[in-house]
């Protein structure tokens, strides 16, 4: 069982940064592909960022690419998403995953995702 935790979200204005954290409980998190969603009021969940096991593949949603960075630190259990030149439409709750099955396949799929953490919201004010 892996429990995750976010935090770091905010109100930030348009143009700003914000870096999120997820933390994950469990010795197993350095084997666990881990990716962010996010949802919108009135939308649906959608992927926004992954990053393999070992740290050296990352995948972006086109709409947050050259402007989001996922990273983990394995020896912290924590994986970080940084946010810089937000915009108005970044604003949501922001969800990290684990995808516990060792495979890095359509890790945009948040059905790959076994465990997931509660979201910490992330507001863009103009």
């Known amino acids: 069982q892996v429990q995750l935790v976010e935090s770091g979200g905010g109100l930030v204005q348009a143009g700003g940064s914000l870096r999120l954290s997820c933390a994950a409980s469990g010795r197993t998190f350095s084997s666990y592909n881990m990716g962010w969603f996010r949802q919108a009021p009135g939308k649906e969940r959608e992927f926004v960022a992954a990053i393999k096991w070992s740290g050296g593949n990352t995948y972006y949603a086109d709409s947050v690419k050259g402007r989001f960075t996922i990273s983990r630190d394995n020896a912290k259990n924590t994986v970080y998403l940084q946010m810089n030149s937000l915009k108005l439409e970044d604003t949501a709750v922001y969800y990290c995953?684990?995808?516990?099955?060792?495979?890095?396949?359509?890790?945009?799929?948040?059905?790959?995702?076994?465990?997931w953490g509660r979201g910490t919201q992330v507001t863009v004010s103009s």
């Open positions: 995953a684990a995808d516990s099955s060792g495979y890095y396949t359509t890790p945009a799929a948040d059905s790959r995702y076994d465990y």
